[in-house]
């Protein structure tokens, strides 16, 4: 059983920053081994990549966060986080918390941050 739980979106304007946090709840066995990602869906659009990190720590990002956000994660696996920088309007969307291990997908129930003026 995979438990993942978002917290951290709210309201920003654009420019500031933002934290968000997944907290898993599994075994140590999945745990250790999860791949962990953050995925969001704005409006109207289809859920896309935002950022991903295997369990060894390698990471990878869609194109249009590159150099503004960062997902990492505790040492105990059991959170990861994904800050944001210089967020834009464009951001505004549900944020996804998912893990994926041997081929099964996990996701959390989302977090919402919407960047406003």
């Known amino acids: 059983q995979v438990q993942l739980v978002e917290s951290g979106g709210g309201l920003v304007q654009p420019g500031e920053s933002l934290r968000l946090s997944c907290a898993a709840s599994a075994s140590d066995f999945i745990i250790s081994r999860m791949g962990m990602g953050w995925y969001r869906q704005a409006p109207g659009k289809q859920r896309e990549l935002v950022a991903t990190?295997?369990?060894?720590?390698?990471?990878n990002y869609a194109d249009d966060v590159k150099g503004r956000f960062t997902i990492s994660r505790n040492s105990a696996k059991t959170t990861v986080y994904l800050q944001m920088n210089s967020l834009k309007s464009e951001d505004t969307a549900v944020y996804y918390c998912?893990?994926?291990?041997?081929?099964?997908?996990?996701w959390g129930k989302g977090t919402l941050v919407t960047v406003s003026s």
């Open positions: 990190i295997t369990s060894t720590g390698i990471t």
């Open positions: 998912k893990g994926q291990l041997y081929g099964i997908n996990y």
